[in-house]
């Protein structure tokens, strides 16, 4: 299968074979064409999600803005849905309005799918949002999978009930039905060349019938044919099966899918049990270094080779980056780690380690890695919300208390995540809990409040930013923490740029500066304040003296290997350059800032960069580049959400580059051209930008 573009969808590529399900994929395509929204419903293991994802993946072309999967198993907090779903379409989070509502108002012009899976977990907040969706946005359609329906109006069920079972009277053991084909398949996989002959095959159908066809269970017990011969297992089955209730009728579903999990947990190594144990403390995904660092020591070695042989037995899910537990498998996982007396201090190791990443992520994101940290950021949000949701009373219930301390240093240390990534309304969310719940005497405070106000300014409250500096500042310089005295000041001095005080500005920058020298420190923070001074020298007109201070922002991220904020100084620039008429200079300052702002998924700065490049095309005479660059850029602050073209010093070059387009065109001529450029996909747009 083809790649998907990152913008265009996330739909996950399948590591096993689809095996069944046809009849109910065709009917959820066609019940798609016709409802808003499906609800694929059924209990636990029955394969809802792949049902979902394969439906999804038959139609996406119908889709122009994409097909979306959000992952709610590991999510509990119902108040950040709708920042979930915003994060996984890539929606950057600006404004200081409601998520729901600013989430809606961006659907509602767009044409897309979006599948939330596993709803149960969060079923309130899911029939909230969605009965929202679509009131408002009649283009988007929603799979939602759960073990119970919905409830919204317009709601359309597909059940989904187990495979149906071998007839044992049937010819060659029922080799047409779904629920041995399914087992067939993952036996052999698990044993590569098996071949079975006809009592094998018989007994492998008395397999799918204990086990009543539910898919999980059936990938299970063909895992176990590493181990034991088919028939065997069989026998060793309908023994625990018996043992279970001499009334076959009285066993469920439930108990069945239960049973079959505890047989494959007693199967397992003690060490495979141990390790399965200890991953039910994490939410959604997690990788090999974390589940080495959280469930490896003295008792358990050896996790990376454990976590292969744990996928190999269905019991984990390989995802992008590292891997993920189904539910069902959680939670028997998480009942036997309260077993075990480990959940407190599982939970408090998982606690330190993602502590100590946000402070890894902190410290080498003034370097060359910064794409691989914004990966890795985004992966862990889920578990991350763990540890910040656990501060909380009602957190604590579900994850265990955790010391209040650490949510608020977390919360300050995520500012990467919140603001170079854009999680603006999430961070600010988080910080503002975490600031209610701190003492006034807590080391992390001057970070969270001055973090806060980062995110805040970002948003454009710049009051309630200027008033959160001011405070960091404060408490900063009482208690002689110069690192965060900078970064306070910084925010000041961008609050000054944005109310055009632009004589304050370089006074303020020459403070931060100071103060990072002080705390001895080197911080993406300071190439900022640069760009922040390079910014109002451009305001005044200064171009001279904004190439200056510019030079040296691309000496001090060169000589970290930094691109984030390197490429933001390369768009000021370019700005820079084109007011002193060098347009090859600005051309090439504006290229290199769209190229890496591309790369990093930086869609505002993209965005800016595609404006930018626009207007040089205007001053170069080229009104067909003009136009279709304009058009390009519309499309792309359209896509991802962006509130328009920033500040009027930022929008009038803009209005200034389509007025002289239509000039050199002809208004009917640039209508047509812009087309073509909002027609284009991003892929095609920065492809040409950069051409």
Not at 56 to 62: F, K, L, P, V
Not at 241 to 262: I, P
Not at 542 to 565: M, P
Request: charge should be negative; glycine fraction near 8%.
């Amino acid at each position: 299968m083809e790649p998907i573009p990152w913008w265009r969808g996330n739909l996950p590529v399948e590591t096993s074979s689809f095996v069944g399900r046809e009849t109910e994929v065709r009917e959820l395509v066609k019940l798609l064409a016709e409802a808003p929204l499906v609800t694929v419903a059924g209990p636990e293991g029955v394969g809802k999600s792949r049902i979902a994802v394969k439906a999804a993946e038959e139609c996406r072309d119908a889709y122009l803005d994409g097909v979306w999967l959000v992952e709610l198993s590991g999510e509990r907090n119902g108040d950040l849905l709708a920042h979930t779903v915003a994060a996984v379409l890539g929606f950057r989070e600006e404004s200081t309005r409601s998520q729901t509502e600013v989430l809606v108002e961006f659907l509602a012009g767009k044409r897309l799918l979006l599948l939330l899976d596993t709803c149960e977990q969060l079923l309130p907040a899911c029939r909230d949002l969605v009965g929202r969706v679509l009131a408002r946005a009649p283009g988007v359609r929603i799979i939602a999978t759960s073990r119970q329906p919905l409830g919204v109006a317009g709601e359309t069920l597909l059940s989904v009930e187990p495979f149906r079972t071998p007839d044992p009277a049937g010819p060659g053991a029922g080799l047409e039905d779904d629920a041995l084909r399914l087992f067939l398949d993952r036996a052999g996989t698990a044993v590569p060349g098996l071949t079975m002959d006809e009592a094998q095959l018989k007994a492998a159908a008395r397999i799918c019938r204990r086990l009543d066809g539910i898919p999980l269970a059936v990938e299970l017990a063909a895992g176990q044919l590493r181990s034991m011969p088919v028939e065997r297992f069989a026998e060793r089955l309908d023994g625990r099966f018996a043992a279970l209730s001499a009334n076959r009728a009285l066993v469920s579903r439930h108990q069945t899918l239960r049973t079959a999990v505890g047989w494959t947990h007693e199967l397992c190594t003690p060490a495979e049990r141990l390790l399965w144990a200890r991953l039910s403390v994490f939410a959604g995904n997690f990788d090999a270094e974390a589940a080495d660092w959280v469930c490896g020591d003295e008792h358990l070695a050896g996790v990376p080779d454990l976590l292969a042989v744990l996928v190999d037995k269905s019991l984990l899910i390989r995802v992008p980056g590292g891997y993920r537990q189904l539910d069902t498998i959680r939670e028997y996982g998480r009942e036997q780690l309260v077993r075990l007396g480990e959940e407190d201090r599982l939970a408090e190791r998982h606690r330190c380690y993602y502590l100590d990443l946000a402070r890894r992520a902190d410290a080498g994101w003034y370097g060359p890695d910064q794409e691989a940290w914004a990966r890795r950021l985004n992966s862990a949000i889920t578990n991350f919300r763990v540890v910040l949701d656990s501060g909380s009373p009602a957190g604590a219930a579900v994850y265990g208390r955790i010391p209040v301390p650490a949510s608020v240093e977390l919360a300050g240390a995520l500012w990467i995540l919140w603001f170079c990534l854009g999680r603006l309304r999430e961070g600010r969310y988080y910080m503002r809990r975490a600031i209610e719940a701190s003492s006034p005497t807590d080391p992390g405070l001057p970070k969270l409040l001055w973090a806060d106000g980062c995110v805040a300014m970002a948003q454009g409250d710049l009051e309630s930013g200027r008033r959160r500096a001011e405070t960091a500042l404060a408490v900063a310089l009482q208690w002689g923490d110069y690192e965060a005295a900078g970064h306070a000041r910084l925010r000041l001095a961008v609050r000054s740029l944005c109310v055009g005080a632009l004589e304050e500005v370089e006074p303020g920058v020459k403070l931060v500066i100071e103060y990072f020298r002080r705390a001895q420190i080197m911080t993406v923070s300071e190439p900022l304040a640069l760009v922040t001074a390079a910014m109002a020298a451009t305001w005044r007109g200064d171009f001279a003296k904004a190439i200056t201070v510019l030079q040296e922002v691309q000496r001090l991220c060169d000589d970290h290997g930094e691109r984030w904020a390197r490429a933001t100084g390369d768009y000021v620039l370019s700005i820079a350059q084109l007011g002193l008429g060098r347009l090859e200079e600005a051309e090439l300052a504006a290229r290199q800032s769209l190229a890496a702002k591309w790369r990093l998924r930086d869609t505002t700065g993209v965005a800016l960069a595609l404006d930018q490049l626009a207007v040089i095309a205007a001053v170069q005479g080229d009104g067909y580049r003009t136009a279709r660059l304009q058009g390009s850029g519309m499309r792309l602050w359209a896509t991802f959400g962006l509130r328009g073209f920033g500040s009027e010093s930022m929008s009038e070059p803009r209005t200034v580059a389509e007025r002289t387009a239509r000039q050199l065109l002809g208004d009917d001529a640039y209508d047509t051209v812009f087309a073509e450029g909002h027609d284009d996909d991003p892929d095609s747009a920065v492809a040409y930008a950069l051409d």
